[in-house]
T-cell receptor, first 113, second 112 residues
Framework: KNQVEQSPQSLIILEGKNCTLQ??????????LRWYKQDTGRGPVSLTI???SENTKSNGRYTATLDADTKQSSLHITASQLSDSASYIC????????????WGLGTSLAVNP | DSGVTQTPKHLITATGQRVTLRCSPR?????VYWYQQSLDQGLQFLIQ???????AKGNILERFSAQQFPDLHSELNLSSLELGDSALYFC???????????FGEGSRLTVL
């Protein structure tokens, strides 16, 4: 069964600290993996899209990694800011005739001053 | 601003009623997706249209229907509304070949 699991479910950190969010997936056949940021009550915004051959991708203070062998991805946030408080959602794309997106439930991050 | 426009932003209605949510995709995007997000839940895919044709169907109830018009805007119709239909409804569009989704700000539906 195609599934995306994220951990932790929620996280609280202090401003300026780093954090790492995890995503494990059991999706086949794999096409790509995406990380989205969703502010409360707003639409998700894409942070990164990674294909099978990409191990690391950065977008400012956000760095995503992908290990296609172990089917794991992480999102590392450096020098967190208050505006990083949001839900971070991992999404894996299934390729082939039955193409679709498998959405994780997200990690809720709170950055406190 | 993603370029995807959704109206209305907020809607309050009663059980048993019918509402229509509207979405205008980014200029040039042919694909439109509809998602439902209930309180503290993940996004649930409802349906996708590509250039006016239904492309994929997710967990869309029979009471819900959608269509994409020749000008590429899309409408999601929700009928016989129930309390459990209260949610944020997001529309997203995607440029051809990229697969990247650009989401609108959502329509918040409250059924009383």
């Amino acid at each position: 069964k195609n599934q995306v699991e994220q951990s932790p479910q929620s996280l609280i950190i202090l401003e300026g600290k780093n954090c790492t969010l995890q995503c494990n997936y059991t999706v086949s056949p794999f096409s790509n993996l995406r990380w989205y940021k969703q502010d409360t009550g707003r639409g998700p915004v894409s942070l990164t899209i990674m294909t099978f051959s990409e191990n690391t991708k950065s977008n400012g203070r956000y760095t995503a990694t992908l290990d296609a062998d172990t089917k794991q991805s992480s999102l590392h946030i450096t020098a967190s800011q208050l505006s990083d408080s949001a839900s971070y959602i991992c999404v894996v794309s299934v390729s082939g005739n039955n193409r679709k997106l498998i959405w994780g439930l997200g990690t809720s991050l709170a950055v406190n001053p | 601003d993603s370029g995807v426009t959704q109206t209305p932003k907020h809607l309050i209605t009663a059980t048993g009623q019918r509402v229509t949510l509207r979405c205008s995709p980014r200029s040039g995007d042919l694909s439109v997706y509809w998602y439902q997000q209930s309180l503290d839940q993940g996004l649930q895919f409802l349906i996708q249209y590509y250039n006016g044709e239904e492309r994929a169907k997710g967990n869309i109830l029979e009471r819900f229907s959608a269509q994409q018009f020749p000008d590429l805007h899309s409408e999601l119709n929700l009928s016989s509304l129930e309390l459990g239909d209260s949610a944020l409804y997001f529309c997203a569009s995607s440029p051809l070949g990229s697969g990247e989704l650009f989401f609108g700000e959502g329509s918040r539906l409250t059924v009383l």
